[in-house]
C-alpha cells in the first residue's frame, strides 16, 4: 500500500514509459491521487475540460502549465499550487526530461456538482 | 498572495514563535490549508477530535502523530501522509525542532457530515 510520495514509485516511472496514477483517498465529493511524469504532455492541439474541479500542487520535477484562457504557459516548481475550476480548458505543455515530475491532484465536487 | 508552499513563509515562522495557518483553498465541503510547525506540539493530554474528515501529508521536516487507538507513535517524514477519520482521537507528540515541519492538509466533509 501506498504510504509515502516520493519513496515509491511504480516500475512504468522507473522506466520513464508513462505517466502513472495512484489513488491516494477516495471519498464522497473528494479523490486524491499522484500523478507522476517522466516528459510526458498533453497531446498536440488537445485540452483537458473536466467536470470536477482540481487543485493541483506540484512537490518535484517542473511542468509547464497552460490555460486556455491565458497566452503564457505558467513554469511550476515545487511547492506551486493551483486550483482549476470546473470546465477550464488547461494542457500540460511539457514536464520535465531529467526527472520525475511528482503532482499531488484533490479532485472535489464543489457547489455546482 | 501564497502561491508556493516552501518559499512564503509567515514571520512567526522564522522567529519560531507559533505555528501558522494559511488557507489554500475553501470550497463547499472541502479546505485545504498549510500548517507549518517549528518544534510545537500539542499540549500534554490533550487530542484533537475533529467533526471533519482530515487527510494529512507532511512535506517537510518531521513530526509525531499519535492516535489514542494505537499505543506507538507514528514518526512522519517528507511525503508520508494518513487520512484521520472524524471523530479520531490524535496529537501531534512533537515536530521537528531543527527546520519548520510543513504540513499540507485536506478537510473534507465526507460521507457523515
Not at 30 to 53: D, L, V
Not at 81 to 102: C, G, K, L, Q
Request: charged share 20%; aromatic share 10%; glycine share 6%.
Amino acid at each position: 500500500m501506498l504510504v509515502n510520495l516520493f519513496t515509491h514509485f511504480p516500475d512504468a516511472v522507473l522506466r520513464e514509459e508513462a505517466e502513472t496514477f495512484d489513488a491516494l483517498l477516495s471519498a464522497p465529493g473528494i479523490k486524491i491521487e499522484r500523478i507522476i511524469s517522466t516528459g510526458q504532455a498533453t497531446p498536440a492541439g488537445s485540452w483537458y475540460c473536466q467536470a470536477e474541479n482540481e487543485w493541483v500542487i506540484l512537490l518535484r520535477g517542473s511542468a509547464g502549465l497552460r490555460f486556455e484562457s491565458e497566452t503564457r504557459t505558467r513554469v511550476l516548481y515545487p511547492g506551486d499550487f493551483v486550483n482549476i475550476p470546473a470546465h477550464s480548458r488547461h494542457r500540460v505543455e511539457w514536464t520535465d526530461a531529467s526527472m520525475p515530475t511528482v503532482w499531488l491532484v484533490v479532485h472535489y465536487a464543489g457547489a455546482d456538482n
